[in-house]
């Protein structure tokens, strides 16, 4: 009996949305914008890419313009291929264009409330305003200890550990959002935390990034297990345990280090602090764990995948890898390691690092947006309740900003004066308008730091296969919720016993 209600009631829900498709715009004068022609009924749903849906858009932009319209089951999804189409809606009309469409599956799993994947209102403004105070340029000068140590862990690991430069830049960025958020860092692969961390990386990487059938209809995450179409709903609520341990595991052990006057400066400790021994509302409690899970969600993957991205462009660039290393010999020299002090003097650095964030953007299509308000843009219609995708890497790849864009070139960025293009820095990278990422501050500096001591101390060079021949790496990604380069195997050697000298010292001073 239960199952035909169920039944019923998703028969309701599928043709509520047929209903919805067809008569929505009955009556408004404004086309929609150009797409590739649609089926019946369920509209685009057998046209999506199933793989780098990125460089899909950025084909059929070719031929149906810079703002491409999809529709499944009547829902609009907006892909806005150009950095003005992004700026002209993300930006100038931030206020219709920065709610989240329903994450369901992450929902379910327990991210809520995590600013990433919370509506715009009241609660979404309270965890940016936590966001920016701890996260604005200057509040980041306080963890620029954290990352320079981490940096001499990370290359310590390096010099150590031939073939797992992957895993040890995935602790290298786990390491730094840890340590900010809850004060304890990380010395080894069986801490606690790496493995907190690592099932809720897997948790992120398996909801479906927005795009599952339980996201275009919430209901289906009430029918039976067994039930079509509720995959995602169960994979959701399978790992509800692991986002549970994250918010709850650090709350308790840094409530009891404060308690025993042990705790470590962190944003946990800070937040409750800042209660001052007041018995905090269950509200108050969740919005304290979930920004602290927030530097975790938004902050390893993208951080750790633009570091792979790295390692991918030293392999297929290696004069890029010797110019930067040429600089950073020059301004650093041989008997100290870099530090946040050289970031003035290190142009061609600052240009290795934003190029990683073009060449290869991390989050491809950004994390959708959702229009509020019906909307006219150059006379088309953006129908309210569509998801607005901006298509970083189409952006990234316009060959009226960037000359031969497919080409990993730091020098782009350069003044012409200086032998550059003089091309703008990549800013897509990190989002638009009141959702732009809060963390780009501290991705920058990580990044910086990384790439600026990695070329003080390492060669990276491609690895030889059993005949003695080089392994070159091909550009393949695995796509999710972010884009990572697929595992792919290089050498790294320490650069001199000067170099690894210095290395050891650094890291024996880590207390
Ligand atoms: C290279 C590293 C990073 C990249 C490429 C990156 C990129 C992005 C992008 C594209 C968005 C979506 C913006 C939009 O919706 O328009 C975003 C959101 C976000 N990022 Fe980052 N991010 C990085 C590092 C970080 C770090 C280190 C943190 C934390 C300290 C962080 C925290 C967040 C949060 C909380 C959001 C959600 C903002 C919101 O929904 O209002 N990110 N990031």
Redesign the pocket.
């Known amino acids: 009996m239960d199952s035909v209600v169920l039944q019923i009631s998703l028969l309701v829900s599928l043709t509520g949305g047929l209903w919805y498709a067809l008569n929505k715009h009955v009556g408004k004068a404004l086309p929609l914008p150009p797409g590739p022609p649609a089926d019946p009924l369920i509209g685009h749903l057998r046209l999506f890419p199933k793989a780098n849906p990125e460089l899909v858009f950025h084909e059929w932009a070719k031929t149906y313009g810079d703002i491409v319209h999809l529709s499944f089951f009547g829902r609009s999804v907006v892909v806005l291929n150009s950095l003005e189409a992004a700026i002209d809606s ?1 930006e100038k009309k931030s206020a219709i264009y920065s709610d ?1 469409p329903d994450l369901v599956v992450y929902d379910l799993m327990g991210w809520t409330p ?5 509506p715009y209102g009241e609660r ?1 403004k309270k ?2 305003a936590i ?1 920016h105070s701890h ?1 604005i340029p200057e509040a980041c000068v306080d963890y620029q200890h954290v990352q320079l140590q981490n940096v001499h862990l990370l290359v310590e690991g390096l010099m150590k550990n031939q073939g797992h430069h992957d895993r040890l830049l995935s602790r290298f ?1 786990t390491s ?2 840890i340590r ?1 958020a809850y004060g304890h860092q990380i010395r080894s692969d069986d801490d606690e935390y790496i493995s907190i961390a690592n099932d809720c990386g897997v948790a992120l990487r398996q909801g479906g990034a927005g795009g599952t059938l339980v996201d275009l209809f919430p209901s289906l995450q009430y029918f039976p297990s067994w039930f079509p179409g509720t995959y995602f709903a169960n994979v959701g609520r399978g790992w509800k345990w692991a986002i549970n341990k994250l918010y709850d595991y650090p709350f308790d052990s840094v409530r009891k280090e404060m308690a025993e006057g042990i705790a470590q400066p962190s944003f946990l400790a800070a937040e409750l602090e800042a209660a001052a021994g007041r018995e905090l509302s269950k509200e108050e409690v969740e919005d304290i764990k979930g920004v602290a899970g ?2 975790f ?4 993957e ?2 750790w ?2 570091l792979t991205v790295f390692f991918l462009a030293m392999l297929l660039y290696p004069e890029c890898q010797k110019r930067g290393q040429e600089e950073v010999d020059r301004v650093v020299g041989k008997h100290r390691l870099p530090s946040f002090d050289d970031i003035e003097s290190l142009p061609y650095v600052n240009c290795v690092v934003q190029e990683i ?1 073009r060449w290869k ?3 491809p299509l ?4 959702r229009c509020t308000e019906d909307d006219n843009y150059r006379g088309m219609l953006i129908p309210k309740g569509s998801l607005v995708f ?1 298509n ?1 890497r189409a952006m990234a790849l316009d060959p009226s900003t960037y000359k031969d864009p497919s080409l990993f070139n730091p020098a782009r960025f350069l003044p012409e004066t200086d032998g550059g293009r003089g091309e703008p820095l990549f800013e ?13 501050h ?3 500096a ?2 910086f730091i990384a790439v600026a001591t990695i070329f003080a101390t390492l060669n990276i060079s491609k690895a030889k296969d059993e005949n003695g021949l080089e392994i070159t790496p091909s550009l393949v990604f695995e796509t999710g919720l972010t884009s990572h380069p697929k595992p792919f195997p290089c050498n790294v050697v320490c650069r001199s016993e000067g170099t690894a000298r210095l290395i050891q010292e650094a890291v024996d001073t880590i207390d």
């Not at 950004?366 to 947006?369: A, S």
Request: with cysteine; aromatic share 12%.
């Open positions: 993300l989240r995590n600013l990433p994947f919370l979404f965890h940016r966001f996260f960025t730094i959002a900010i927030g530097i969600a938004g902050g390893t993208t951080t995948s633009s964030f953007p991390v989050i950004g994390i959708p947006h901006a970083a897509p990278a990190f989002g638009f308008g009141r959702r732009i990422c809060p963390g780009r501290l991705a920058n990580s990044v």
